[in-house]
């Protein structure tokens, strides 16, 4: 039989152990600190901006007072607009002072980062909304269209707008279904050839100009031009239109309204839209463009982005920022709230993006 080895234990080997115990021991405390989760969670993303970590969202609200980047200070929030991450297409959200809840648009498209309704119907339901006195559908596509009959599910609806050709697809009948079905609701559709409508609150206005369904051949033509100014601040939601209708707009209405500070940029970016006229027309300080992570479609183009690089338009995109927040206050003065603190772009001048800066 194999006489087994016994292991000898001398005053080194001990101090060696002991040391090891130390060590170990340290690196437990370290991990379970905020400074090891801080460490952790620093080499947990890569340098892409892909896995960029949400910043917190901060406690703001019509009526709110905040500081952004410490130069720009908020008073007395008047106006909220929001750009809600659902992917490929638009759902934006308009809050104003005297109690009014706007929604242009409310669909979603495919990428993996598109939101789900529940995700959507909850977002809308934590800021605050309980029933929307304004519903306006630009046009019949899914990407900007097939959550708003879950908004008829889920809220009072007071008013909708919509083009009233006949699309044939789903959504578009399960919207129509479901609208013919609510009570009380004041339906307008937009006329063949076009319409104009504007509406006043406190402190705001709003003009819409659809072009209506049979004045241009594409779908997204039919896409109403609309005009937000609070406190002095203008606002351009361009659904998704392009050079011809930006044409038509710019020939037809805009004179009175030719200088904006914000521009939904139309088509999701798309290479025929955001032209150097129409920019150029307009003069908006920033643009916000609603799009989807790895979209197959390559929006937003690099000719839109390039165009409005050229001529300084700082821009922000919801495939980059996450959910975006516009506040405007009872001063004029304007900022954006995002999601992901990842910086805008097209900031050929060094300005003040405006962005807010939250506390880890």
């Known amino acids: 039989m194999a006489k087994k080895k016994s ?41 892409s901006g892909d896995n960029v970590t949400p910043a917190p969202a901060p406690i703001i609200g019509l009526g709110s007072n905040v500081e952004i980047n410490g130069s720009v200070v908020l008073s007395n929030i008047q106006f909220e607009a929001h750009f809600v991450d659902v992917g490929q297409g638009d759902a934006i959200v308009l809050r104003f002072s005297d109690g009014n809840d706007w929604i242009i648009d409310a669909g979603s498209g495919k990428s993996e980062k598109s939101a789900t309704t529940t995700e959507y119907i909850s977002y809308l339901t934590s800021i605050g909304i309980t029933e929307i006195d304004y519903v306006v559908a630009t046009h019949a596509h899914s990407d900007h269209m097939n959550m708003m009959d879950n908004v008829l599910d889920n ?38 050839d076009g319409d104009n409508y504007s509406f006043t609150g406190d402190n705001y206005s709003i003009k819409i100009y659809a072009p209506g369904h049979d004045r241009f051949e594409k779908i997204n033509y039919m896409s109403p031009m609309i005009m937000v100014e609070v406190e ?8 998704d239109n392009e050079d011809t209708v930006e044409s038509w707009f710019m020939e037809t209405y805009a004179e009175e309204d030719k ?102």
């Not at 152990?17 to 969670?41: D, R, T």
């Not at 909708?160 to 559709?189: I, M, P, T």
């Open 259 to 360: 200088d904006i500070d914000v521009l939904k940029v139309g088509h999701h970016g798309s290479a025929e839209g955001t032209t150097t006229e129409f920019l150029r027309y307009f003069n908006p300080e920033f643009a916000v463009i609603s799009v989807g992570m790895e979209n197959g479609y390559n929006h937003p183009t690099g000719n839109a982005m390039d165009r409005l690089y050229m001529e300084s338009v700082i821009t922000y995109r919801t495939n980059r920022q996450g959910n975006i927040v516009l506040y405007v206050d009872e001063n004029g003065q304007y900022a954006f709230d995002v999601e992901y603190e990842f910086p805008a772009e097209n900031n050929r001048d060094g300005a003040n993006d405006r962005m807010l800066v939250k506390e880890k």
């Open 232 to 239: 002095g601040v203008q606002m351009l939601f361009t659904g």
């Open 155 to 192: 809220f009072v609806v007071k008013n909708v707008y919509y083009n009233a050709e006949e699309s044939g697809a789903a959504y578009f009948e399960d919207f129509k279904d479901n609208l013919s079905a609510e009570a009380g609701v004041n339906v307008v559709k937009f006329d063949a």
């Open 7 to 47: 292991i000898k234990f001398n005053k080194q080997t001990a101090i060696c152990l002991v040391a090891i115990a130390v060590i170990l021991a340290c690196l437990v405390a370290i991990c379970f600190s905020p400074v090891g989760n801080a460490i952790i969670a620093s080499l947990s993303q890569d340098d």
